[in-house]
């Protein structure tokens, strides 16, 4: 069974910071690309970023593009999203997904940006 468990979500200022955390069981992360996305509500689910299995390669949604970083760690089955930057619109609840269309996803953290 897939399990994914997002962490590190949290109210933060606008500017500020924050570290995402996904830990991963029930298939080869390794041999997996993975993605991050998000969503408000009302609004449909928005891809941000995405990684290559073995971590070679990153792709950014254009608003989050030299803000956020995607990164893994596969010794630890751990998938992480470094935030800089922060803005109040990316106030969202953020989820990691398996693969780099549709997949499974954990449920979700909580990033609240506040000014």
């Known amino acids: 069974e897939?399990?994914?468990?997002?962490?590190?979500?949290?109210?933060a200022d606008v500017g500020g910071s924050l570290r995402l955390s996904c830990t991963a069981s029930g298939f080869p992360f390794g041999q997996n690309g993975m993605s991050w996305v998000r969503q408000t509500p009302g609004k449909e689910l928005e891809w941000i970023a995405r990684i290559s299995f073995d971590g070679g390669q990153a792709e950014?949604?254009?608003?989050v593009e030299g803000r956020f970083t995607i990164s893994r760690a596969n010794v630890n089955n751990t998938l992480y999203l470094q935030l800089n930057s922060l803005k109040t619109e990316d106030t969202a609840m953020y989820y990691c997904q398996r693969g780099w269309g549709v997949g499974e996803r954990g449920p979700g953290t909580l990033v609240i940006v506040s000014s």
Do not use: K
């Open 60 to 63: 950014y949604t254009e608003s």
């Open 2 to 11: 897939v399990r994914l468990l997002e962490s590190g979500g949290e109210l």
